[in-house]
């Protein structure tokens, strides 16, 4: 169970490795005791270490670029992906033999891997939260002398997620869905370990527990995706109790440009995609009718690569303030300006990564490929709530969305995010971590 002692702050442990495991630490930055601490980058950390965590590192990365390489790409790539596979859940069956890769891992911290960080937080113990699994499996084996916690980051996870010996483990998880709760069990995780918080969001674009800035920024979003007010008529009670009635059945007014942010992921993999996409609404951008955000990240190359396209392709004068490179200089800046992006973002339009739990701030998700087999799950939960949509041949965007835009489908899927996914992840995990309060999150969710 988790502690009674009523603290006020925790260590939260990330890992600078693509952009999840800091997002899912970023909205609890606010009780992380010297603020959030990479694991992999840290100040005073060995050189052994990071050798270590560097290597796993770049070869990922590596790997998901080559992906798009014709035939032997997707090889490579597919290879790779198999050692950490999620397995098919049906039928149920004991899932808690340990793979090669997590074995590996645990011989790696055996031999000292981790060591340097656990013994630096055991000068003063508090609970410590890990967004990665690794971390959690240092403290573990090292002696951490507090709680541990380790925030699951996907809608489905490998079993790398779970400890070697998951039965004797005194891990506790905090899992964004039932689902994850469900497979850990199979790992053999015991039930009164695994608390079901949901995902932690970014609380700015909450407005606190009333949700007073999700509420506004939805409303609004609904009238952009909803230009025939066909959903908004057809829900209107739906729409009156959950947001208000001053959100029901308003007509866009065509004074803003419906927005659309592509993201790609930490890797870049994906960047071509979003060339794709600005072709295909360049006369719509011209006309002011729609604004693109593509969302470089912290990749000066990726942004670039955005930069000469769009200097290829003549639109760099015509189109200024309706194209925007979005791209900053650190990864907190990066989640900070992100998420102020996202109050003003209509669609999302990304690859069904971490991301997918953003549904829940009342973002329609138009998904990209998956990359990997989380992404393959967690694009399956999209669909299951109803909140995303299979990007469809994206030469032709300028057609298929603008018919997607005429039946309100964009907008019943902002509204089932929001009513679907769950939005309070941040205070969840605090109110079990720092006060040993139980989530009720789990009779509240369906998925």
């Known amino acids: ?137 240092f403290a573990e084996e090292h002696g951490y002398k507090e709680d541990i916690y380790l925030i699951i980051c996907d809608a489905d996870c490998s079993r790398a997620w779970a400890p070697l010996s998951p039965a004797k483990s005194r891990i506790k998880f905090l899992v964004p869905n039932r689902r994850v709760k469900e497979r850990l069990q199979l790992y053999g995780v015991k039930a009164e370990k695994i608390f079901i918080t949901g995902f932690p969001l970014p609380k700015e674009n909450l407005g606190g527990k009333n949700l007073a800035v999700l509420k506004s920024s939805l409303g609004q979003r609904i009238s952009h995706l909803d230009p025939n007010q066909k959903y908004q008529k057809k829900f209107e009670h739906t729409i009156n109790e959950f947001l208000g009635s001053e959100f029901c059945n308003c007509k866009y007014d065509g004074k803003k440009p419906l927005t659309i942010t592509f993201a790609v992921g930490g890797a870049g993999a994906q960047k071509d995609l979003g060339v794709t996409i600005l072709k295909s609404l360049s006369s719509y951008i011209d006309k002011k009718q729609i604004r693109l955000n593509l969302v470089a990240g912290v990749r000066n190359d990726v942004y670039l690569f955005y930069q000469k396209k769009i200097r290829e392709l003549n639109l760099e004068k015509e189109h200024n303030g309706y194209i925007n490179i979005f791209y900053a200089g650190g990864k907190e800046e990066y989640f900070v300006k992100f998420n102020q992006l996202l109050l003003e973002t209509d669609i999302l339009w990304t690859k069904p990564s971490e991301l997918s739990f953003y549904a829940g701030l009342g973002l329609p998700i138009i998904m990209a490929p998956p990359v990997g087999s989380q992404e393959v799950f967690n694009k399956a939960w999209l669909r299951s709530i109803g909140a995303g949509v299979d990007q469809e041949d994206p030469r032709y965007t300028g057609e298929w969305l603008f018919d997607w835009l005429q039946s309100g489908w964009l907008a019943q899927a902002a509204m089932n995010g929001f009513l679907n996914a769950p939005r309070f992840g941040a205070y969840h995990i605090e109110e079990i971590v720092l006060k040993g309060k139980k989530s009720e999150i789990e009779d509240i969710h369906l998925l």
Do not use: C
Request: hydrophobic fraction near 35%.
């Open 1 to 137: 169970m988790p502690n009674k002692a009523g603290y006020k702050k925790a260590y939260v442990v990330a890992v600078d490795m693509g952009y999840g495991h800091q997002r899912a630490a970023y909205p609890l930055a606010d009780i992380a005791e010297g603020g959030v601490i990479n694991a992999n980058r840290y100040a005073g950390i060995p050189k052994s270490d990071q050798k270590k965590w560097g290597e796993g590192q770049g070869l990922y990365e590596e790997i998901s670029r080559m992906k798009n390489w014709p035939i032997i790409g997707e090889l490579i790539f597919s290879a790779m992906d198999y050692f950490q596979r999620v397995e098919h859940f049906y039928p149920a069956r004991d899932l808690s033999r340990p793979t090669m890769q997590l074995k590996q891992i645990y011989r790696m911290i055996k031999s000292g891997w981790g060591k340097d960080l656990v013994e630096r937080l055991n000068k003063n113990p508090l609970p410590l939260i890990s967004s990665f699994f690794t971390p959690a499996y």
